[in-house]
């Protein structure tokens, strides 16, 4: 059972990627990461959403922001608080493709925030993370701007 569920969440994310994004933000209606604080992911240990009217564009994307306080932390160091590969699915980036995110399934291993396509992807990618991470880290760079 546990193998066909595996199976069953590899073909989605394969499925998903049909539909990812050329951009090497994850966005969604113009925002990155869904409209979600990147930067509430380590100041409160959970998912925010932002606030319109905190937004500063970064890599040709808008991220939000739920204080001017996260805004300035990040203006002042954007890659230490934006999520690895742009926000995509570190679990699909592992397996060589780009796939969207959940907000709640997200994770912060050496200081970097990774996020995942939903709760159960995050449980498979958890079982050998710093493998995947290798392999995804290999991966974005063939395939950052790519589809």
Not at 3 to 27: H, R
Not at 30 to 42: E, H, L, R, S, W
Not at 91 to 104: F, I, N, R
Request: charged letters at 25%; a positive charge; proline letters at 5%.
């Amino acid at each position: 059972m546990k193998k066909l569920s595996l199976l069953a969440t590899g073909i989605l994310c394969s499925v998903l990627s049909v539909y990812a994004q050329k951009s090497p933000v994850f966005e969604q209606a113009g925002k990155a990461i869904q409209g979600y604080d990147p930067v509430a992911y380590f100041t409160e240990a959970k998912p925010v959403l932002g606030k319109d009217e905190f937004v500063y564009n970064w890599n040709n994307t808008n991220w939000y922001f739920a204080s001017q306080q996260n805004l300035d932390s990040f203006k002042m160091n954007p890659e230490k608080y934006a999520p690895q590969y742009g926000g995509y699915c570190a679990y699909g980036l592992s397996d060589g493709h780009k796939a969207p995110t959940s907000p709640d399934a997200w994770t912060i291993v050496n200081g970097k925030l990774y996020l995942n396509y939903n709760i159960k992807v995050k449980e498979y990618w958890s079982k050998n993370r710093d493998e995947r991470i290798d392999k995804a880290n290999k991966n974005w760079v063939e395939i950052k701007d790519k589809e």
